[in-house]
């Protein structure tokens, strides 16, 4: 919990600061070797310019800290989305989201893609639970040395419009050590002053979890654009739709701790698992700033590929362990939205990259080997 980690492993990529004007496009022109090491310590420094943080100065550290108050700090573990797995598979496109954007991902072909499924919070050994938001986070390798990062969650829309809103939230819903719960005087004062965040809760709650991993739908829910190669972009947003059929999760509590992991480590050793990678594109008046908004329901929704995941691997040097799935390293032909949470998540995940690089890191709670032996026997 500290303000002086402002130095991390050494970056391959320091781009100058940006003005206030610029907008905050990171081209991500990355050998896939170097997966390990790559930060967004830069975006950081373009999320200070971008003005993210307001007078007050809600800074990435303090961000980072917020959650090492929350749930402690776990060394070498992800600040949020603590619980995780690695994965690995293939998008395939196609070639629908070729007239949409110029990006190299999106050329009819296969694109390998490095993986890593969460459970959200800071606490590497949460129990699984129904309500808990799960993450997909996807990292595509393009062939022309390019890299596409992006984090999405089961949710239909996130709960904050701005990056305060999540700083004060987590703070306001902790459970308290007296019930357990938390305290419904602060949530009702957090609701009050966010009533965006009452209104996304409402979505959420109409939107029951699905019974797995494998079977989830996850989205990216922050807005970005794709430009063609004629130059014409549109706003869109991105979900991943399982082939997997949906079943509502059990919200009984349950006795088994890992379950949510453990039953993704016995679908993927079944067979590979597949989602279709959808692309919503958006019509002038959708809102691209702000994440807790759908979009009406009838904007067209577009079939680029299919994302396999064929393989998990316990999180360990050199796999998703050690990447920053940072929303802002994009490729040529999209680029971000105004949303001011793209450059808040781009320079909190450094600092939260920054401090567990830096840290022993400790065995996975998630053991890939384990789980497949105990079912063996
Ligand atoms: C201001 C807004 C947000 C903040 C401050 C925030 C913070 C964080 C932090 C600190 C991490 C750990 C990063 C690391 O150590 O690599 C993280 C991971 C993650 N976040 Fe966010 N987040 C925000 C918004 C979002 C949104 C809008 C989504 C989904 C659309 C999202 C999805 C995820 C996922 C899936 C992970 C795990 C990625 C992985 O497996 O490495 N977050 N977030």
Redesign the pocket.
């Known amino acids: 919990m500290n303000d002086q980690d402002q130095t991390g492993p050494p970056e391959p990529t320091q781009p100058e600061p940006l003005s206030r004007r610029e907008r905050p496009t990171r081209r991500a022109v990355l050998g896939a070797a170097a997966i390990g090491g790559i930060t967004a310590v830069g975006a950081g420094a373009c999320a200070w310019a971008g003005g993210w943080l307001p007078s007050d100065r809600l800074t990435p550290a303090k ?2 800290d917020r ?1 090492e108050q929350l749930s402690g700090v776990h060394d070498g573990f ?5 619980k ?1 797995v690695s994965a690995s598979g293939t998008f395939v496109s196609n070639g629908a989201g070729v007239e949409l954007s110029s990006a190299a991902v999106f050329a009819s072909g296969s694109t390998p893609v490095t993986a ?3 459970l ?1 919070g800071g606490l590497p050994t949460v129990a699984d639970a129904n309500a808990t ?1 799960r ?3 996807v990292l595509f390798h393009l062939n022309n040395g390019e890299q596409w990062r992006t ?3 089961n ?1 239909p829309v ?1 709960l ?1 419009s ?2 305060r809103g ?2 004060d939230r987590v703070l306001a819903t902790a459970p308290v050590p007296a019930t357990g719960q938390p305290d419904p005087a602060k949530v009702a004062a957090f609701l009050a002053a966010y009533p965006e965040t009452a209104r996304a809760m409402a979505l959420v709650k109409k939107t029951p979890p699905a019974s797995d991993f494998s079977n989830s739908t996850f ?4 807005a970005f654009y794709f430009t063609n190669r004629a130059g014409k972009s549109i706003p869109v947003r991105w979900s991943v739709v399982p082939e997997d059929a949906f079943r509502p999760g059990s919200k009984d509590p349950r006795t088994d701790h890992d379950y949510l992991f453990n039953a993704l480590i016995e679908r993927v050793r079944s067979g590979p698992v597949r989602w279709r990678l959808m692309i919503t594109l958006g019509a002038p008046g959708d809102p691209t700033h702000d ?1 807790t908004l759908p979009w009406p329901a009838n904007r067209p929704r577009i079939d680029v590929g299919t994302l396999t995941i064929d393989a998990l691997q316990t999180e360990e040097a050199g796999n ?1 362990r050690d ?5 802002l390293i994009l490729p040529q032909g999209i680029s971000p939205s105004d949303d001011p ?1 793209l450059n ?2 781009s320079a ?2 450094a ?3 920054r ?2 690089t830096r840290e022993a890191h400790q065995p996975s709670k998630v053991d890939v080997q384990e789980v497949e032996a105990t079912h063996d026997h």
């Open positions: 961000f980072a959650f992800r600040r949020n989305h603590a995780g890593r499924f969460s959200s938001t993450g997909f986070a984090a999405m969650v949710l996130f904050d701005v990056p999540f700083y989205r990216g829910l922050n994440a998703a990447v920053n799935f940072d929303p949470l808040a998540r909190v995940y600092k939260s990259y401090r567990r």
